[in-house]
């Protein structure tokens, strides 16, 4: 089993930043590929970014490509999304999410959710 536990969300306004963490613990073997998803007010869940165990591989979503970057800490067993110049189209739970081989951008295939994280940007 991994836990995985968010933070750092809140509510910032329209071109400011924000930085999330997911911490995991548990079985860390199972965290190679990590990510983050998000869901907004009555839409469903989409990718938003990941990245794999050596950092050296990240992917994106074309909404928030060049605005968001993706990184992690293994020593920490911590990945980070630092989201620059938000967007109130980029209010949504945020999502952090776990495989241990890779993240489908569907997250279908996902064997890890954390619970997640409020974003609330404002106009």
């Known amino acids: 089993q991994v836990q995985l536990v968010e933070s750092g969300g809140g509510l910032v306004q329209a071109g400011g930043s924000l930085r999330l963490s997911c911490a995991a613990s548990g079985r860390i073997a199972s965290t190679n590929a990590r990510g983050w998803f998000r869901q907004a007010p009555g839409k469903e869940r989409e990718f938003v970014a990941s990245i794999i165990r050596s950092g050296g591989s990240t992917a994106y979503a074309d909404s928030v490509k060049g605005r968001f970057t993706i990184s992690r800490d293994n020593a920490k067993n911590t990945v980070y999304l630092q989201m620059n110049s938000l967007k109130p189209e980029d209010t949504a739970v945020y999502y952090c999410?776990?495989?241990?081989?890779?993240?489908?951008?569907?997250?279908?295939?996902?064997?890890?959710w954390g619970k997640g994280t409020l974003v609330t940007v404002s106009s």
């Open positions: 999410a776990s495989d241990r081989f890779a993240i489908d951008r569907t997250g279908a295939q996902v064997d890890y």
